[in-house]
């Protein structure tokens, strides 16, 4: 509780500043807003109680990311809603493929390129999330995850194979 | 892998970042997080329904224990809230949050001085809302605004460059977008301008949200500006809110859902939420916040405080909601209908304002909320949105007793519903 109180006003300028960027990372993971919300208020949950540890020497964005990340993981191992389709209603989902300014790629490529995303391997669809999301180099995703660079590679490799499988 | 699939591993890598570029807009997800986790409450959200039921329980307990509690006036409890009707007498129970955005609300000032029409617009608002304690209570009145009308925000600068100068590369940018996509131009080009416009989007949210680390840093608390100059907007009656000027209104340097909150909290017996386009957002998002989980943790904080006597929360018209239904209906981009909502009298423009209606009698609906469209009102940016006027009457209060936004309502705006219906004007405000 103290530490809490100590840091509250630290906190919540990381808060304005992030806010928006972890609400998109945890929709981006888990492709229902409910969840997505849980994950949302338990990542700063954690942030919060264990901010006393935070290394200020590292990038605060990055160490956020890899408490989201591993916040999600084991929301994985608990949680029932696996599959929950993430827009409440058809028009949502098409306002938001709709809004990928480039149309060059036909829309319903995007449609299964995002079903494909949903279904990939937990441990391909982070890498993939974090390397496009924020624009990641592979090593900045090596950092969050706390995996090899190597690891990163062959696991964005596979990835892709997989949608390019879905796509074909 | 170009013969066996689809598309190239560029092509998929355009795929996904594009995707990934994609606004979801579609969702309301902004939780404030700091209101609820750094006050100590420890509890997660998901229990706020169970909690809401706590709460409401209690409640209901003490509305009946209050007719007990009173006649023992000489055994006090401290540890039960006061929750019951405010005695207007008191002065603690006659100040006020009453909250327009400021970005759109100064302008609105200025206008006002010079077309009575608008005068009336915020003055019978606030005759109709906070004089009801009559002529010899004492108003506090707040105007809260966007980050827009901070103080030096106009100068700050972000990475070198101001807001405005963003907005230049931004229009540049996005200009040459469109000639290079309509002009067939190398892909490599299109998706370099691609990233570029996501940057600059990037660098001017940013910049606010800097700003108001830096305005906090200055002038001590976000409203701090609010804070030492607000003894100029209290009002010895509501005949005062005629001769309201300019300067009477303080603005704050934002209005989102956590200061409006703190103030009510810290300060303030009653809030009336901000009204317009750009604090809609905001409003929009609390209203839900309200109606959803959160609400009773607010509710118990609140209660937990400062006396709050009441929340009166307003649906205000979604205006992004509106302008993408406007933006799918009408075939045209979201960026288009922000455009051509800026002082345009064309027949695009029209077809703009019957959606608009369309878009309304969907909230009716949803919202089961009297309301009529008094006439149209073209705002000092030039953007003409109708003017309601909404009515919420108890009978219809009642029906939403399931709803825990309702029973908020029903719990702490009980003096506000004992007239026949509680009513409120604003420019693009449907408030109940």
Not at chain 2, 226 to 244: G, M, Q, R, T, W
Request: overall charge negative; aromatic content about 14%.
């Amino acid at each position: 509780m103290a530490v809490i109180v100590i840091h509250r006003e630290t906190i919540n300028k990381k808060i304005k500043l992030y806010e928006k960027d972890l609400s998109k990372l945890c929709i981006y993971l888990c492709r229902n807003t409910t969840e997505a919300e849980d994950l949302y208020q338990e990542t700063w949950l954690k942030v919060i109680r264990n901010f006393h540890k935070y290394d200020i020497d590292r990038p605060f964005e990055k160490w956020l990311y890899s408490i989201c990340i591993n916040t999600f993981k084991n929301m994985r191992k608990t949680s029932a809603r696996k599959h929950e389709f993430l827009f409440s209603t058809k028009e949502k989902e098409d306002i938001c493929i709709s809004s990928i300014p480039h149309q060059d790629i036909p829309q319903e490529d995007y449609y299964r390129l995002y079903e494909a995303i949903s279904k990939l391997p937990h441990k391909h669809k982070v890498v993939v999330v974090l390397r496009y999301f924020k624009d990641y180099s592979e090593k900045d995703v090596a950092e969050i995850l706390k995996i090899p660079v190597g690891t990163v590679k062959s696991r964005l490799n596979k990835a892709k194979k997989l949608l390019f499988e879905e796509l074909k | 892998m170009m013969g066996k699939y689809k598309y190239s591993e560029l092509e998929l890598e355009y795929m996904l970042n594009s995707l990934f570029q994609a606004e979801f807009k579609v969702f309301s997800f902004n939780i404030p997080v700091n209101e609820n986790f750094t006050n100590g409450s420890k509890k997660h959200y998901r229990y706020s329904l169970i909690a809401a039921a706590c709460i409401f329980c209690t409640l209901f307990a003490v509305l009946l224990l209050t007719p007990f509690l009173l006649k023992n006036t000489n055994d006090p409890s401290p540890s039960i809230p006061d929750i019951s009707t405010p005695d207007p007498d008191q002065e603690e129970n006659r100040k006020i949050v009453y909250g327009v955005d400021s970005f759109n609300g100064i302008q609105k000032f200025e206008v006002a001085r010079e077309t009575a029409d608008h005068t009336m617009n915020i003055s019978q608002a606030l005759k109709n809302e906070i004089g009801r304690y009559g002529d010899n209570a004492y108003y506090r009145v707040i105007i809260a605004g966007s980050v827009f009308s901070g103080k030096d925000f106009w100068d700050y600068k972000y990475e070198g460059y101001t807001y405005s100068e963003y907005q230049e590369f931004y229009k540049e940018a996005r200009a040459k977008y469109h000639e290079y996509a309509n002009n067939n131009a190398p892909e490599e080009l299109i998706k370099q301008l691609n990233y570029e416009l996501n940057r600059l989007n990037n660098c001017m949210e940013k910049l606010c949200a800097e700003y108001e680390i830096y305005y906090k840093e200055k002038y001590g608390t976000i409203y701090g500006y609010l804070e030492s100059h607000y003894s100029f907007v209290d009002f010895e009656k509501p005949a005062d809110f005629d001769n309201i000027s300019l300067e009477d209104y303080h603005m704050l340097a934002t209005a989102s859902y956590d200061t409006v909150i703190e103030l009510a909290k810290d300060n303030f017996s009653i809030l009336l939420a901000p009204a317009s386009q750009k604090t809609a957002v905001n409003i929009t998002e609390m209203d839900e916040f309200l109606a959803k989980k959160l609400s009773p943790r607010i509710m118990r904080d609140l209660i937990r405080g400062d006396p709050v006597d009441a929340i009166i929360t307003v649906a205000v018209n979604d205006i992004e909601s509106f302008n993408e239904a406007a933006a799918n209906a009408l075939g045209v981009s979201y960026d288009e209908i922000i455009q051509n909502s800026l002082g345009n009298q064309s027949e695009f423009y029209k077809k703009r304002n019957n959606i608009y209606i369309d878009y309304l009698n969907g909230l009716k609906n949803d919202l089961m909320c009297e309301y009529k469209i008094d006439h149209y009102k073209i705002d000092p940016l030039g953007s003409s949105f109708p003017y309601i006027k909404c009515t919420l009457s108890p009978d219809l209060i009642k029906n939403f007793a399931r709803d825990a936004r309702v029973a908020f309502i029903e719990n702490y705006c009980e003096w506000q519903i004992t007239d026949d219906k509680l009513q409120t004007y604003g420019g693009d405000l449907i408030s109940f």
